[in-house]
T-cell receptor
Framework: KAGVTQTPRYLIKTRGQQVTLSCSPI?????VSWYQQTPGQGLQFLFEYFSETQRNKGNFPGRFSGRQFSNSRSEMNVSTLELGDSALYLCASSLGSGDQETQYFGPGTRLLVL | QKEVEQDPGPLSVPEGAIVSLNCTYS??????FMWYRQYSRKGPELLMYTYSSGNKEDGRFTAQVDKSSKYISLFIRDSQPSDSATYLCAMISSEASGGSYIPTFGRGTSLIVHP
């Protein structure tokens, strides 16, 4: 079956702009989690959505937001971009909320903020 | 001090060697432990998931958890060049309840297995 897909794969933005990233989970998976990966901070949890509701949130400012649709697809939005937001943004889907054992990651969206 | 410490490496070994990858942690509430493998330009892939002290084996991989020492390890037997990747440890607190959890990751160890 198809894996987790993320679009776009690469993105270049300038400071102050906003960006929306998209994630399509594996068929049947109802939970989508988002992560930020940088060389300096490593992999950090942003938030998780399950059944269109945010279930968990990491320690990121309110500029980072997300949503999930009824078909489990999810979007992540970052407003007022800063240079430090340059990172690989990964989404992962799983069958249920917090279900690490069924979690699969997508290939990521590489965001560069200039 | 970070909650999870992991040596970034790189760790370079010859093909066929036994590889030992390690993480230490400071939060005694961590009860669920994972190891991920991440190839360049790919997302992480779950290798091992465990929630108890002791060993868990899956093929060439063995995960070891020592909660008393706050130390976890991943052993790779008969290492292959295809094992060359970054290995991330991750942990979840037992205080996570009601479906609430936030995984904390180590920085990852870069492993190079040369033929």
């Amino acid at each position: 079956k198809a894996g987790v897909t993320q679009t776009p794969r690469y993105l270049i933005k300038t400071r102050g702009q906003q960006v929306t990233l998209s994630c399509s989970p594996i068929s049947g998976h109802r939970s989508v989690s988002w992560y930020q990966q940088t060389p300096g901070q490593g992999l950090q949890f942003l938030f998780e959505y399950f059944s269109e509701t945010q279930r968990n949130k990491g320690n990121f400012p309110g500029r980072f937001s997300g949503r999930q649709f009824s078909n489990s697809r999810s979007e992540m939005n970052v407003s007022t971009l800063e240079l430090g937001d340059s990172a690989l943004y990964l989404c992962a889907s799983s069958l249920g909320s917090g279900d690490q054992e069924t979690q699969y990651f997508g290939p990521g969206t590489r965001l560069l903020v200039l | 001090q970070k909650e999870v410490e992991q040596d970034p490496g790189p760790l370079s070994v010859p093909e066929g060697a036994i590889v030992s990858l390690n993480c230490t942690y400071s939060n005694s509430a961590f009860q669920y432990f994972m190891w991920y493998r991440q190839y360049s330009r790919k997302g992480p892939e779950l290798l091992m998931y465990t929630y108890s002290s002791g060993n868990k084996e899956d093929g060439r991989f063995t995960a070891q958890v020592d909660k008393s020492s706050k130390y976890i390890s991943l052993f790779i037997r008969d290492s292959q060049p295809s094992d060359s990747a970054t290995y991330l440890c991750a942990m979840i607190s037992s205080e996570a309840s009601g479906g609430s959890y936030i995984p904390t990751f180590g920085r990852g160890t870069s492993l190079i297995v040369h033929p």
